[in-house]
């Protein structure tokens, strides 16, 4: 998997996003994406898969700014962007968010799996 995003921040639709954090894993049956994404909740965190593209986007929800008596939190965009090399079963991809820690899972397609070929006697 190559990453297309580099920087720590990124200007983009005049707004800056901050890289994430991310490991990532590969096994027969798939490619795990872990992302570290503090203070953003389920329904502020966009996943897409695209023409081979995995788009993690996010927003932190910062306490309520209204009632604070002095801020220094931010609030905070996430974005990174990987190109996959593998083809994946897009029907299957799957992704949790717990703690702040995104997993996404992109199981690999039939054709992209390993397999071992037996060899039969002549």
Known sequence: M??????????????????????????NDEILVVAELPGVSANKLRIEFHDQQLTIE???????????????????????VFQVQQRVDVDKIAAKLEQGVATIHLPKAP???????QIKPA
């Open 58 to 80: 996010g927003e932190q929800s910062p306490f309520d700014r209204e009632k604070a008596l002095g801020l220094e939190f931010l609030p905070t965009h996430y974005r990174r």
């Open 2 to 27: 190559s990453q297309t995003t580099k920087t720590a921040q990124e200007a983009t639709d005049e707004r800056f996003y901050a890289t994430p954090s991310v490991d990532i894993f590969e096994n």
């Open 111 to 117: 054709e992209t799996k390993a397999r071992t070929i």
